[in-house]
């Protein structure tokens, strides 16, 4: 998940005497990289889509809140790689700092998406788990949809009053130097601020507070008795919800440390271009390995989904 300005380093960070070509095989083979990145995204979330719509979740709000973190996730794991490539490959001018700007506000809507979504399927679980009853006339397929569209509404509204705001108090100004990103003298804007708490704090706190609970439930669901049908499959999506969660902290941690604790600017006075850019790169990178990790995780995690990709290839095997 990227952060409120989105630090990026192109190769008009570099100066003259640092490499050019250095930097451009870097930039070239993260852009490589991407392809099987993408691949794998695609696969395994329209996988998910597929057992989810074709399950007994159907029509409940586990499927819809899964699917559409997963759709969420595709276009993610598209339009964030595509413009950081274009932008770290190209010549910069205005059409192309245009587009970037567009695809990073695009990045920026779904992102913060697929961060509240999964606040959203946290919340769901821990109902599922904490309080079954309730939750069966709460939690249906009609309230998950209802979840969704508010999510998307209000971050939409969010990020757009945000990109509203740094292009006239921050991207207009300095335009005239060709500066994307924003130089971090002596303390972060709110523009910055405000990207961190909608994108990344907010969520992680709301999915720690809930991954929390609905972990000590389990243990007292596990060691109190022994679980019916329904509530192992029960434990068996909630447990591919806290993977999802624990790649969540684990893939986006290391770039919001980097940014939110100033070390960006660190690297920049320790390290050469290359050096620097093959380190925002190898973050970037773990950042956006989130969005293809989901379906792996949920094969190893848990057994029912294990089961039903099981059955899905075989049928599609049968059929070819």
Request: charged share 15%; glycine share 6%.
């Amino acid at each position: 998940m990227a952060t409120g300005n989105v630090s990026n380093v192109s190769l008009d960070d570099v100066t003259g005497d640092e490499s050019y070509w250095t930097i451009d095989r870097i930039n070239f083979a993260f852009g490589m990289a991407y392809i099987p990145l993408v691949l794998s995204s695609l696969f395994g979330n329209v996988v998910i889509v597929i057992i989810m719509m074709d399950r007994k979740e159907r029509g409940s709000s586990t499927g819809v809140l899964f699917s559409a973190l997963a759709v969420c996730d595709i276009i993610v794991t598209i339009i964030g790689p595509l413009g950081f490539v274009i932008l770290d490959t190209i010549k910069t001018n205005i059409v192309n700092l245009a587009f970037f700007q567009v695809a990073e506000m695009l990045f920026q809507i779904f992102q913060t998406a697929s961060s509240w979504l999964l606040v959203g399927i946290t919340f769901e679980r821990f109902m599922v788990t904490v309080y079954p009853l309730a939750s069966k006339t709460l939690m249906t397929a009609r309230f998950a949809i209802a979840e969704v569209i508010a999510i998307y509404v209000v971050v939409i509204a969010v990020q757009v009053g945000r990109v509203y705001g740094y292009i006239v108090f921050v991207y207009l100004p300095q335009f005239k130097v060709y500066q994307l990103r924003i130089k971090v003298d002596g303390g972060r804007t709110p523009y910055f601020w405000s990207g961190v708490f909608v994108s990344f704090l907010g969520p992680f706190v709301a999915i720690l507070i809930g991954s929390l609970f609905i972990v000590i439930k389990i243990r007292k669901t596990v060691s109190g008795r022994t679980s019916d049908n329904v509530s192992k499959r029960v434990l068996s999506v909630t447990r591919n919800l806290l993977a999802a969660n624990i790649a969540f902290f684990l893939t986006a941690l290391p770039w919001y440390t980097l940014n939110l604790l100033g070390f960006y600017d660190f690297l920049v006075d320790v390290l050469l271009g290359p050096e620097r850019i093959l380190v925002i790169n190898m973050l970037r990178y773990v950042l956006y390995l989130n969005q293809a990790l989901n379906f792996y995780l949920y094969v190893i995690s848990g057994q029912k989904f294990r089961q039903d990709a099981w059955q899905l290839f075989a049928k599609l095997c049968n059929k070819g």
